[in-house]
T-cell receptor
Framework: GENVEQHPSTLSVQEGDSAVIKCTYS??????FPWYKQELGKRPQLIID?????GEKKDQRIAVTLNKTAKHFSLHITETQPEDSAVYFC????????????FGGGTRLMVKP | SAVISQKPSRDICQRGTSLTIQCQVD?????MFWYRQQPGQSLTLIAT?????????ESGFVIDKFPISRPNLTFSTLTVSNMSPEDSSIYLC???????????FGEGSWLTVV
């Protein structure tokens, strides 16, 4: 089955700096890669996703890149703000698997004011 | 995206008891899933709730421990049976969005077993 690894497990940045979180996956059939943000005491919220037919997607301060050959994808947050502090999870799935998500281990991002 | 409601939102349960979590969606959805998130951990898929048939369980999860019902396209339940402290977790119902692939989560049910 699919295995998703996520690095780093914790990340501390100064407000205004950029943050990058990286994930690798094992199943070359995976074709959908979402990112979730989970604030303390709340549910995971989808913040951005990318499908295998694109290499990059951007939404304001958030971007995701995908390298299918190397089987890795990354989340980039620019101009970080204290409200970006949360746990971020990457995930991967394939249509053939009925859209079940396999999650990475999570990254705790702390943005210091 | 669909509105997903879960009940209870939180509960403290006695060891050895069972608790049923309900998940209600405001529109018909084909795919419904149940995930578990243990304290400080990532999310792990328990099972896919299939309408009109038995749930499909992932490795490490069994029907006797986590019986699931899916009577229609808007509702599902997950029961956590014979609970032990190791079952203390957030249990999350999730559904597939209209665009396919996209998965949205309910608010979660935060269970503490004492």
């Amino acid at each position: 089955g699919e295995n998703v690894e996520q690095h780093p497990s914790t990340l501390s940045v100064q407000e205004g700096d950029s943050a990058v979180i990286k994930c690798t996956y094992s199943d070359s059939a995976s074709n959908y890669f979402p990112w979730y943000k989970q604030e303390l005491g709340k549910r995971p919220q989808l913040i951005i996703d990318i499908r295998s037919n694109v290499g990059e997607k951007k939404d304001q301060r958030i971007a995701v890149t995908l390298n299918k050959t190397a089987k890795h994808f990354s989340l980039h947050i620019t101009e970080t703000q204290p409200e970006d502090s949360a746990v971020y999870f990457c995930a991967a799935s394939t249509n053939n698997a009925g859209n079940m998500l396999t999650f990475g281990g999570g990254t705790r991002l702390m943005v210091k004011p | 995206s669909a509105v997903i409601s879960q009940k209870p939102s939180r509960d403290i349960c006695q060891r050895g008891t069972s608790l049923t979590i309900q998940c209600q969606v405001d529109s018909q959805v084909t795919m419904m899933f149940w995930y578990r998130q243990q304290p400080g951990q990532s999310l792990t898929l328990i099972a896919t709730a299939n309408q009109g048939s038995e749930a499909t369980y992932e490795s490490g999860f069994v029907i006797d421990k986590f019986p699931i019902s899916r009577p229609n396209l808007t509702f599902s339940t997950l029961t956590v049976s014979n609970m032990s402290p190791e079952d203390s977790s957030i249990y999350l119902c999730s559904v597939e969005g209209d665009s396919g692939n996209t998965i949205y989560f309910g608010e979660g049910s935060w269970l503490t077993v004492v």
